[in-house]
């Protein structure tokens, strides 16, 4: 399936990234890592996660965010926030 990103999805990676790049070193690399990889399974397999109010969720194993999608077809998901859990819950809900 192809993925495509929300455009506001940038930022809020880059704004997590500048937070762990504060931090231990390395901790903003592995981050990402994480980020791609349960991106790649959301490719893979994109109703494996619940979906609620037409949005999936898959929760990172590491850190404490969340990537919020939408399956838009049978060919197209899109990525609409990266959320961290402090974060009210409608945080982004209105992205499409």
Sequence with gaps: ???????????DLQS???HYNELPSGLSLAFRSEVL???EQIRENPFLY????GMRRAL????PFSIVYRV???ETIRILLIRHH?????FGSGRR
């Design 60 to 63: 990172l194993r590491r850190f």
């Design 16 to 18: 997590a990234e500048i």
């Design 37 to 39: 990889h349960i991106i």
């Design 72 to 74: 838009l077809d049978q």
């Design 1 to 11: 399936m192809k993925v495509e990103f929300h455009p506001s999805t940038v930022d």
């Design 86 to 90: 402090k974060r009210h819950p409608t």
């Design 50 to 53: 619940a979906e609620i109010n």
